[in-house]
């Protein structure tokens, strides 16, 4: 590990002298993060927010947003299935149901389990940028963001035309346990967008398919999805979207190895969403928005030849309405918000349960002295199973000069379990818990922002506690797992991302980026349980790098990932992509885990070996 120290600390040192050293810049747009009530410049943020915009992911070896989270700093992408399958996702060491997800701000809340939150109908074609946001987040995105949210921003189309892709990638390595066959993946996408002055629609279909990279890991995975926005007047807007996915595939070794070696799993999701939003005056501003969700989960333990016994099928509906308004005032900005959220399942292995939840939000943001902004804000939630709570925090940061800023926060948070933590009854595999209490989180975080010129550089430190941190634990392998409150998770990280880009001219670029994240988690007052099934693989040291080179419409992209968790091996993934634009066409190869490595994420289960992609596509807008 002294060698990745040393690898960090010579890059960031050596990023600050070339800096140093050149004149030369390029000013782009700067981004503004939404945050449903205060929109602010990325540069004036006080929180730790990590931005993936579309020109990186559009250079990214990966097709899908699952893959694209991969080379984020501090993002933990534990996938079962390969290619966009079924993958799990955390931030700073948290567990998987503890990172909210938003499409656009709207909250993407499974609460049947977290594992079907990343089925979402997104092509990465209509992604502007992902917003990163670390640590504690009630008062801004309300419950279960405890460790992060991850918010997608999609575009908004300004031209007309119309998109067509496919791919084709494998391993070259043979399914000699079933088929015979090569293992392959192939994919097509078509969309088309229609760009007025006042009006913007677009609409993404594709369907990928693969027979796995082992025994029946095969998958097929169709997706729609809709976007809408009309400029009424100056003063209003009215947005709406609705997607659909239907993804079905292998599950052997997912959830119950090796007896679940046969399984396979449905998974279908509709979500839908409409908003709008009003500038009743110069200062005040109303935003309403409606979100529905519908999950249809069917796991088949024995597989498709046996649909009699070991089947669990789960039907989740989720029907959430906020109200966001923010008011400008001659000292700073107030932001106010209420939100209600109705949950329901039926399940033929976790029964009928449903669910209220009202959240008030309110928030305000000022300059104290001329460089010392402040957010402070609190979020009080009522949940029909857990009652009255409330969640305050506090943003700051100082501008020490125009180039570096200080930053501090405060922040506490609410997870509320999940419909399979409190009644699953899978025996004898799992078993819920209906006396569970929800997790409660407290963090502190001090860090600095560095900008100057092609160079961007953010350092932070955190601690985080975390009160009844829920886990599957067991006593021996003879008795089911069960969902407890394991105990209060004490976490001390710091994580560290570095950007520099080099111009060499106008039309010639190199970019570096490199990021850091380490990790020491310990728990005080725990059960004696000596099997856990999740807390057991979160990361401790973690690496992310790319370097991409572009000329004109040519790039090629390099990247790195190094993961290190608190049990099992640690490995490095190498990945690379070429890409060379022909007028409207692009044609692009992938290289995937180039060396071969065998590591795993989830259970006993390698993922992909070295896997090849060449693909190409045509873009008329």
Known sequence: MKKIYFA?????????????????????????????????????????????????????????????????????????????????????????????VLLNGAKIIDSQTAHNMLNLPLPVEVIERIEVLRGPAARIFGIN??????????????????????????????????????????????????????????????????????????????????????????????LGSFGYVKNGFGANGFYAAPGDRNSTEIVQTTFANIQSKHAITDRWKIMPRVTYRYNYDDYRYLGNGNLNAGRSQHYTNSIAAELNSSIKTENGEIGFGAEFRNEDIHSSNIGDHDRENVGIYAEYRTYLFEKLNVNVGTYLNYNSDYKWQIYPGIDASYELTEEFKIIGNIGTSQRIPSFTDLYLNQRPGNIGNPDLDSE?????????????????????????????????????????????????????????????????SADSKLNFTLGYSYLDSKFKDTRSEPFSKYLISSLKHQITNTIDFQHKDFSVLFATRFNERVTGASYWINDFRVSQSVKKFTFFVDAQNIFNTTYFEVGAFPLPSRWFSAGVKFVSF
């Open 145 to 238: 963001s405890l460790t992060g949210a991850i918010n997608i921003i999609t575009k908004k189309p300004t031209d007309s035309g119309f998109m067509v892709s496919t791919y084709a990638g494998s391993n070259f390595e043979k399914d000699t346990e079933n088929t015979g066959d090569t293992f392959y993946g192939t994919g097509i996408q078509a969309g088309a967008v229609l760009g007025k002055e006042k009006q913007q629609h677009s609409i993404f279909a594709s369907h990928d398919k693969s027979n796995g990279y082992r025994y029946n890991t095969g998958f097929e995975n169709n997706k729609l999805l809709y976007q809408g926005n009309v400029q009424i007047n100056d003063s209003n807007e009215i």
């Open 440 to 504: 409660n989180a407290f963090q502190s975080e001090v860090g600095f922002k560095f900008n100057r010129k092609n160079l961007n550089l953010n350092v932070n430190y955190f601690y985080r506690e975390i009160s009844n941190y829920i886990d599957w634990t067991r006593m021996t392998t003879a008795v089911p797992w069960q969902s407890q409150n394991y105990g209060d998770l004490i976490t001390n990280g710091i994580n560290m991302r570095g950007s520099y880009r080099i111009d060499f």
């Open 8 to 100: 960090v600390f010579t890059l960031v040192c050596t990023n600050f002298y070339a800096q140093t050293k050149r004149d030369s810049i390029i000013e782009i747009d700067e981004v503004i993060i939404n945050e449903n009530r205060l929109s602010t410049p990325i540069s004036k943020q006080n929180r730790n927010v990590y931005v993936i915009n579309s020109e990186t992911i559009k250079k990214l070896p990966g097709r899908t947003l699952q893959e694209v989270l991969q080379y984020a700093n501090g993002v933990d992408i534990r996938q079962r299935g390969p290619f966009g399958g079924q993958a799990d996702v955390s931030v700073d060491g948290g567990s998987f149901e503890q990172t909210v």
